[in-house]
C-alpha cells in the first residue's frame, strides 16, 4: 500500500534552517505530484508548495515563497522542503502528502507529519 515517512524535524532557533524529506513507497513515485502541508498548533492546515511528478514545476504558498525550496529525487522516491530563515510562525507539524495526479490535484494519501519548532 501507499507509505509516506517525513524526517527531519527538529528544534531550531528563528533564522536557522532545517532540510524535511518524505519517502514514498507502494505507487510510482514520479507519476505523482508531491505537496506540503503544515498545521500549526491550534491552526487549520496550510498548504505550503507543490511539485510536479517530473519535477520540472514547483508551486509555494505566500507565507514561504522565496525561502523554502520543494524538490524530489525520483529515482530515490524522496521529496525534500529546504527550509531557510525560519520564523517562529513556522512551527508546524509538516505533512507530505501524494496528489492523484503527475500535476497539483487532490490529495490521496498522507504522512505521519514531522514536528518543525522554531523558538530562541
Known amino acids: 500500500q501507499v507509505q509516506l515517512v517525513e524526517s527531519g524535524g527538529g528544534l531550531v532557533r528563528p533564522g536557522g534552517s532545517l532540510r524535511l524529506s518524505c519517502i514514498g513507497s507502494g505507487f510510482t513515485f514520479s507519476s505523482s505530484a508531491m505537496t506540503w502541508v503544515r498545521q500549526a498548533p491550534g491552526k487549520g492546515l496550510e498548504w505550503v508548495s507543490d511539485?510536479?511528478?517530473?519535477?520540472?514545476?514547483?508551486y509555494y504558498g505566500d507565507s514561504v515563497k522565496g525561502r523554502f525550496t520543494i524538490s524530489r529525487d525520483n529515482a530515490k522516491n524522496t521529496l525534500t522542503l529546504q527550509m531557510n530563515s525560519l520564523k517562529p510562525e513556522d512551527t508546524a507539524v509538516y505533512y507530505c502528502a501524494k496528489d492523484q495526479a503527475p500535476v497539483p490535484a487532490a490529495l490521496d494519501a498522507w504522512g505521519q507529519g514531522t514536528l518543525v519548532t522554531v523558538s530562541s
Open positions: 511539485i510536479s511528478g517530473s519535477g520540472h514545476s514547483t
